[in-house]
């Protein structure tokens, strides 16, 4: 049997969980609702509901792939090139985030790109891990 701790840390996951989904679910019908707007069209709620679950269900099969593909590389974190393998079936995506990170790289000061040719190769995994920021 679960300890007390236990319950009230798996509680508390689970709540944040629900947090996460929820605001994950507002972004996905905020996002619907502008775009629905800016070309004249209207989307019912129920729609939208559907809209926000299916992201949310691809985001979490997407967060999966990515920590599998990390943890094929050797790795316990996820990089940039972990995110567009994830892509390899839409062309288009993957072009896309390819010259993401590749834009990202021509922004990088050249004294760093010298700095990390030097370091190990772990090194230049994790500065290729994108970092997202909290709504």
């Known amino acids: 049997m679960a300890s007390d701790a236990e319950r009230v840390e798996e509680e508390e996951e689970e709540s944040a969980s629900e947090l996460l989904?929820?605001?994950?679910r507002l972004?996905?019908?905020?996002?619907?609702e502008a775009e629905a707007k800016q070309n004249g069209m209207e989307v019912s709620q129920p729609i939208m509901a559907c809209i926000s679950d299916l992201a949310f269900k691809y985001a979490q099969q997407l967060a999966k792939d990515l920590e599998l593909f990390a943890q094929h590389g050797g790795r316990k974190s996820v990089n940039m090139e972990d995110v567009i393998l994830s892509a390899h079936r839409n062309d288009h995506l993957s072009a896309s985030l390819r010259s993401?990170?590749?834009d990202l790289k021509a922004k990088?000061?050249?004294s760093d790109r010298k700095r990390k040719k030097n370091t190990k190769k772990e090194d230049k995994a994790a500065a290729d891990v994108l970092h997202i920021a909290d709504p």
């Open 21 to 24: 989904r929820d605001r994950f």
């Open 27 to 32: 972004c996905t019908i905020a996002i619907a």
């Open 100 to 102: 993401f990170c590749n």
């Open 108 to 110: 990088e000061p050249q």
